[in-house]
């Protein structure tokens, strides 16, 4: 682990929730959060969190048929799940690239399948299982976020 990464596990989807409303008010304008983990780790838990923080909802579900899911408005946050797709040349063909680099903030769920498509300057976290409701998050800051994100977000996550 670097001063670039940061591990934080949550006991439970609220929690995960909660520190997806912590990490959304950290982002900037035009951030790409780039989510990777196998089905059920919680990346839509954390979305949910991050969609509470741009549009005071408290429903956010994955955009598996829409693939694009809006919340909020400037800047908006844009869910994009690419689980359906094949790869970056298909993600390029439907022209979700241009999402990548907007003012608007965008999550991406399976990011892998974009990995190409996916800027330099991001936030990548891994989500996995740790045990019954627990799970794991590795944030990797691709020179996104500023001095400080670690224990703001540690802090939001009682630990």
């Known amino acids: 682990m670097t001063e670039l990464d940061c591990v ?28 990777r983990g196998e089905i059920a780790t919680g990346k839509t838990c954390l979305v949910s969190g991050m969609a509470a ?4 909802t408290d429903y956010v579900h994955s955009p598996t048929f829409t693939l694009v899911n ?3 408005q400037e800047p908006a946050l844009l869910h994009v799940d690419l689980y359906r797709l094949d790869g970056p040349d298909e993600v390029a063909e439907l022209g979700y690239a241009e999402l ?22 991001r936030l990548d976290i891994h989500l996995e299982h740790a045990g019954r409701d627990l799970r794991r998050l590795t944030f990797h800051n691709r020179h996104l976020l500023g001095n400080g994100w670690q224990e703001r977000l540690e802090r939001a996550a009682g630990q």
Do not use: K, N
Not at 53 to 56: G, Q
Not at 103 to 121: G, N, Q, S
């Open 8 to 35: 934080i596990e949550t006991a439970s989807p609220e929690a995960t929730r909660r520190l997806g409303v912590a990490l959304a008010a950290m982002l900037p304008r035009g951030a790409v959060v780039a989510l």
């Open 70 to 72: 809006q919340y909020g």
């Open 100 to 121: 990548f680099d907007s003012d608007d903030v965008c999550v991406v769920e399976w990011a892998e399948r974009a990995e190409t498509l996916l800027p330099d300057v």
């Open 53 to 56: 923080h741009f549009a005071e």
